[in-house]
């Protein structure tokens, strides 16, 4: 993945409410711009690697443990490749400036006629960037939507099911919690698709489906599955707030 010239205002769950049209071209405003967008993945004797895509993995020296624990999450990084690689041109050295989560759930199954009742039915936009991809077995989405505040709270489910003759049909369902008025800000949000049903195939095309402010619409992804490593309980580590 090339490296990638985008500020985020807060890192994290992000919450973008304003992003400056303008930086200045320095050490310091690189620092503040994220390298890339990977998963970051424990290993059993407490070290960690970050996956960068489907293939490259990047090894951090100097930090010997994830600040998730042992969770497996999707997050922003901030990355300096050191003068010492490996041979293996698919792993990379790398020291980490500075690395944040992002919001990583897995999907849920639909409930029918109730999803709109139990998962929202707020028009939601998703956004063409960079970090709207679908790769390491994840999709990770940038959102627009109306916030009244920064502190309000919005909650997105990806839903399965909702297609019996098609398992890689989702539905993004937004629940804005009332919250349907104010200014346009984005997030981002990730969602684990490994324990799909057929995810040891490999690459599999999933079809997106959501409900925009301009009417019902849809995109396609092609998305590598990888093996589940372990389950996602992400509910204690602390996000920006935002979305849930």
């Not at 890192?11 to 390298?35: F, K, W």
């Amino acid at each position: 993945m090339a490296k990638q010239h985008l500020l985020l205002s807060v890192v994290g769950v992000v919450l973008l409410m304003m992003l400056p049209s303008c930086i200045n071209d320095d050490d310091s405003s690189e620092l503040l711009r994220p390298t890339a967008l990977v998963t970051v993945c424990p290993n059993a004797d407490g070290s960690f690697i970050m996956q960068l895509d489907d293939e490259t993995q990047l090894v951090p020296t100097n930090l010997k443990s994830s600040p998730f624990g042992t969770k497996e999450v999707r997050a922003l990084v901030n990355y300096t490749e050191t003068n010492v690689s490996p041979q293996d041109k698919k792993t990379r050295n790398v020291e980490v400036n500075w690395l944040d989560s992002i919001r990583t759930k897995l999907p849920v199954e639909t409930l029918g006629e109730q999803d709109a009742v139990k998962f929202g039915n707020d028009p939601v936009e998703i956004v063409q960037d960079w970090v709207t991809v679908a790769e390491d077995g994840y999709l990770t989405l940038r959102i627009r939507a109306l916030w009244s505040s920064p502190h309000a709270t919005h909650i997105l489910n990806l839903v399965t099911g909702t297609n019996p003759k098609d398992p890689y049909e989702l539905e993004l369902r937004h629940d804005a919690k009332g919250d349907k008025n104010g200014s346009w800000g984005d997030a981002l949000i990730a969602f684990n698709l490994n324990k799909l049903h057929g995810a040891d195939a490999g690459k599999a095309k999933i079809k997106l489906k959501w409900k925009s402010f301009t009417g019902d619409k849809s995109a396609e992804f092609e998305i590598k599955m990888r093996p589940l490593k372990q389950e996602i309980d992400a509910n204690n580590i602390q996000y920006s707030s935002g979305i849930e």
